[in-house]
């Protein structure tokens, strides 16, 4: 442990620096975050110290730069802060001293470990900062732990991460059920800009990040910084920019009344608050892509077929056996099925947390279906909704207090269902039971866990005190446990869609569903925008029917294929209903997807930034740039055509390319084309970035895809 006099630490890896003021016994603050800075002597470290210090008038509390990781209104802060939480009306305002610092050699990077002090309020604080290798990605987090008899009622913690002053815009996110993931952009103003979430979960209309950069940064360029929360709970997420100027993102865990109190001795840490930086957003989601692949490394993704478009609760033994069949016809590795199994479950008002399975639809059990499944060579995997209850089922008339409940009963219903409380011991015991006896006896490869409704009324029953945090920690116990039975299993995070994804339940999850709209129009923008914090291949992608379930558009084959290729690849068209002309061109889309999954689910991806706001093209790059995949797609008419050149992002500059369209439904490109079109054409990286290849024409939602492999 260092002393408290010791002025900063120079934190390298992944490609990241970060300098961390550390002085005069004040608590850590960070000078910079971002661009690699080499190595720094001691004495450079102390020049950045000293030329970190503004000007300041006669005015402690004019507040001098920069803002500590966790901002004290006891020297002088005024904007959000930093710890909110008193014991009964006193020791409210702390003022923590640091007393010590190290760094330690975690395997997965460097840690700056500060201990502080509140000696007046006996309180104490240990702050980490961890830069990781693999990803370049910075996180932090705080532990609080109360050494008075008195106990202390915490409010919560939100800790900051500067950014510098090109940071003059903003990026966040917002959407509905079947839209998430809408991203809106303003400037970065004196003040807050708030995102709060409270519902238990992330939600739909989340902004999952929130990112600061420089004035109309794009994918490719521009200086651009963000922060996540690694939590599935209530959290907020602010951009705050105050009258001195200084600008920072805050995260934390949104807590409700008297969720934690801290007796003597207790303590309370908050979840990891994550920051990542780039010269574009392609290079900060790729951070994060880094971070998840080096964490949760995965095997191929096995392409899906899920029951629920095709049958929703229709569930028949023939029906389903026949369906299997055909999946495995079309090159489908793991068929899942979905909701209406269980006792009763003819439709969504009954049965949620019984969990027995319908004896009166699968008279011998699901068993026969699941040797099926396996004769045809594919996984099996069940859909479970295990924090839900239907008021009609078994559980909710043997067990009513096992239901969330405030003191006004259990509440509005949400897809006429209510929220378990596995906090209750006998809960979590009876789900845990359930759903491990069913993985064991069938052997269940995979679960797909939905969470279809908002946490508004969580309160524990008979006293009603809140338990969203004690919920969500009980999720990731009930997840970890299945995990260590069945170390064979895989799991989806689904919450209605969208409505839970981050890098707390992704820690657990081997993939998320980011909407439950299948449509390839809107999935283009959601994947897309999903993909700032997940990679490909932990994103759940499927064909969807020709008229969308949810939107009622009408797509070719062809466009929603192309759309579900790029992530973890699914179907769910009822192929029962399919003819063999669109079985036979769903297999070659298939095919196309299996021979290229290794560079789609562990390439780069990257993104253009177009003038022609009609227009996407995006793609995938090999790690060593030696092949890349790209689609251009049209979303709308463009305001003038032809589009013009198109330049390819990733590829090396000093490598030759053969670039040719594809077609792997066997489609016709329509209209008149460009010559290269037909015979493909061989130009440099470089070339091809900067000069780029006039665009193949294309109607509204239609898309063309473009090979593109190193000469060698």
């Known amino acids: 442990m260092t002393g408290p006099g010791s002025p900063a630490e120079h934190l390298r890896a992944g490609g990241t620096s970060v300098v961390v003021a550390l002085g005069d016994g004040r608590l850590p603050r960070i000078l910079h975050w971002g661009e690699d800075l080499g190595d720094l002597s001691s004495e450079t470290l102390r020049v950045i ?25 006891a020297e002088g802060w005024l904007g959000r802060p930093g710890l ?6 006193r020791r409210w305002a702390s ?16 840690v700056l470990r500060v201990d502080a002090v509140d000696d007046a309020f006996r309180l104490e604080l240990v702050l980490e900062l961890q830069l990781l290798r693999a990803s370049g990605l910075v996180r932090q987090r705080a532990e609080l732990v109360n050494r008075d008899d008195a106990p202390f009622r915490l409010g919560g913690i939100e800790l900051s991460l500067p950014v510098p002053h090109e940071a003059v815009e903003l990026l966040d996110l917002t959407g509905r059920w079947s839209l998430e993931r809408v991203p809106q952009r303003h400037p970065f103003h004196v003040g807050e800009w708030v995102r709060a979430s409270r519902g238990g979960k992330p939600g739909l209309e989340h902004t999952m990040l929130l990112a600061a950069g420089a004035s109309g940064f794009g994918f490719r360029a521009g200086r651009v910084w963000a922060t996540h929360l690694a939590w599935s709970g209530n959290q907020v997420l602010a951009a705050e920019r105050t009258p001195a100027d200084t600008r920072h993102l805050v995260a934390g865990e949104l807590l409700l009344a008297d969720e934690v109190v801290l007796a003597r001795d207790g303590s309370y840490r908050t979840p990891w608050q994550v920051g990542s930086w780039g010269d574009g957003l392609d290079e900060l989601a790729a951070r994060f892509h880094r971070h998840l692949r080096s964490t949760r490394p995965l095997g191929p993704r096995p392409v899906i077929l899920n029951t629920w478009e095709a049958v929703y609760f229709r569930h028949d033994v023939a029906k389903l056996t026949a369906l299997a069949e055909l999946g495995a016809e079309v090159g489908a590795e793991r068929f899942v099925v979905d909701d209406g199994w269980f006792s009763g479950r003819r439709d969504d008002t009954t049965s949620l947390g019984d969990w027995d399975v319908d004896e009166d639809i699968w008279p011998d059990g699901l068993g026969p279906l699941v040797a ?14 295990p924090e839900m209850i239907n008021l009609d089922s078994a559980l909710a008339r043997a067990h009513p207090d096992w239901l969330f409940d405030a003191g006004h009963g259990p509440g509005l219903p949400s897809r006429h269902q209510h929220v378990l409380d596995i906090g209750h011991p006998g809960a979590y015991e009876h789900v845990l039971a359930r759903m491990s006896a069913l993985i064991d006896a069938l052997h269940i490869d995979y679960v797909k866990w939905d969470h279809n409704r908002y946490l508004l009324d969580a309160g524990h029953f008979p006293d009603g005190k809140p338990g969203v945090r004690r919920q969500t920690e009980q999720v990731y116990r009930l997840m970890d446990e299945l995990r260590t039975r069945h170390p064979w299993l895989e799991i989806e995070s689904c919450a209605s869609g969208g409505g839970r994804i981050d890098l707390g339940v992704l820690e657990r999850a081997d993939r998320v569903w980011p909407s439950d709209c299948n449509d390839p129009h ?77 560079l789609l689910h562990h390439g780069v991806v990257v993104h253009a930034d177009l003038p022609e706001p009609a227009a996407r093209l995006e793609g995938v790059v090999a790690q060593d740039r030696s092949e890349a995949l790209y689609a251009l797609s049209l979303v709308e008419r463009p305001r003038t055509w032809p589009l013009g050149r198109l330049g390819l992002p990733g590829l090396d500059d000093g490598t030759t390319y053969d670039v040719q369209v594809v077609t792997p439904g066997g489609e016709e490109l329509h209209g008149p084309q460009s010559p290269w079109i037909s015979d493909g054409i061989r130009l440099p990286g470089r070339v091809l970035r900067t000069v780029g290849l006039e665009a193949p024409s294309l109607d509204v939602d239609r898309s063309v895809l473009l090979r593109v492999v190193a000469v060698r």
């Open 49 to 73: 110290v000293e030329t970190a210090l503004p000007a300041i008038g006669d005015s402690r509390v004019t507040y001098p730069q920069p803002v500590p990781v966790l901002p004290q209104l």
């Open 84 to 89: 909110v939480g008193d014991s009964g009306g």
């Open 95 to 110: 003022q923590f001293t640091a007393v010590g610092h190290r760094i330690d050699d975690d395997p997965a990077g460097p």
């Open 372 to 385: 099926r499944v396996r004769e045809l060579g594919m996984d099996f995997g069940l859909w479970f909704e």
């Open 522 to 598: 809107e999935r283009l923008e959601i994947q897309r925008w999903t993909g700032l914090l997940v990679p490909p291949e932990r994103q759940g992608t499927h064909i969807g029917a020709e008229a969308s379930h949810t939107t009622h558009r009408s797509h070719p084959l062809d466009y929603r294929a192309e759309k579900a290729i790029w992530g973890h690849l699914g179907i769910e068209v009822n192929l029962l209903e399919a003819d063999d002309a669109e079985r036979a061109r769903i297999a070659r889309w298939v095919a196309f997807h299996r021979a290229h999954r290794e």
